[in-house]
């Protein structure tokens, strides 16, 4: 039985501090991704940076506000975004393949049973890696999900996936609400002492903070997919959880 991993990334590791998207990052993660395949770990991933991407493509310094900027920026970005990844998986024989959901789809059976089975063909070929991320150009208030971590968790529980694996610009939940302290390496359950520790919002470059990652926690466990959350700059991060080495936050929640 292989197994089935969806790996989110987050725009904090995508994009570097002038805002422009972190090639070496992404060339070092897709050859890692390609070193799970070998290992016939099974990888969905779940992909920001259509934003980020655009807002460098259309010379803009600032994130937008309103809403149809930000789609246009999507629709701009989300091509950048998939080229970059396409031509670091070309070298290891790999392509990518892109799939746009909204909560719309995920909410429908239909739609959804119909990604699931896209996946299942993809994934049933060795060449592909399926790349999503939330349909931005079309997702309104109504029907998006709004953050990633919570995209991938409902992604992981329509694939049927073993793991989802949040990789972000930090080590883990940690015991200080402002992100300091010490690693909390496991949480069995999430309650009032834990989501205090969670912290304000996202930033600019991070768009859930972890609130949003321990909402990912839950929807995951709620389809009995456990949740990692790791620094997504560690080198072999990847490896290290496929071997079973003990880092970031587990979420085995019950
Ligand atoms: N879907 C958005 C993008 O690709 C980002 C959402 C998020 O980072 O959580 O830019």
């Known amino acids: ?92 024989g790999l392509i990518g393949a892109q799939l746009l ?13 119909n990604a699931r089975a896209t996946l299942d063909h993809l994934l049933s070929r060795r060449r592909f890696v399926p790349i999503l991320n939330e349909n931005d150009a079309i997702a309104d208030e109504e029907i998006k999900v709004g953050d990633n971590d919570r995209l991938s968790a409902h992604v992981a529980a329509l694939a049927g996936a073993d793991r989802l694996v949040i990789l972000s610009g930090i080590p883990g939940l940690m015991t200080k609400p402002d992100g ?25 470059r991070n768009v859930g903070g972890m609130v949003t990652k321990l909402l990912a926690a839950e929807i995951a466990a709620a389809a009995k997919v456990e949740t990692h ?17 003990p880092l970031g936050t587990r979420f085995a929640l019950r």
Not at 56 to 72: D, F, H, I, N, V
Not at 103 to 111: K, L, P, Q, T
Not at 229 to 245: C, E, F, N
Request: with cysteine.
């Open 101 to 113: 959901l909204t909560y719309g789809d995920i909410d429908s059976r239909a739609r959804s049973r």
């Open 180 to 204: 300091t302290g010490e690693l909390i390496p496991l949480v069995r359950r999430i309650d009032p002492g834990i989501r205090a520790l969670a912290g304000g919002a996202g930033s600019e």
């Open 1 to 92: 039985m292989s197994k089935r991993w969806v790996i989110k990334l987050g725009s904090g590791l995508l994009t570097r501090k002038d805002g422009r998207i972190d090639r070496a990052f992404i060339r070092d993660l897709v050859s890692q991704v390609a070193a799970l395949r070998r290992r016939r770990i099974e990888v969905i991933l779940v992909t920001s940076g259509a934003i980020a991407a655009g807002m460098t493509a259309m010379g803009l310094g600032k994130r937008p506000r309103s809403t149809r900027e930000l789609q246009a920026c999507a629709t701009v970005g989300q091509p950048e975004l998939m080229a970059e990844y396409g031509r670091h998986l070309r070298r290891h």
């Open 229 to 245: 959350i790791a620094d997504g700059r560690r080198p072999r991060v990847l490896a290290d959880l496929a071997a079973g080495k």
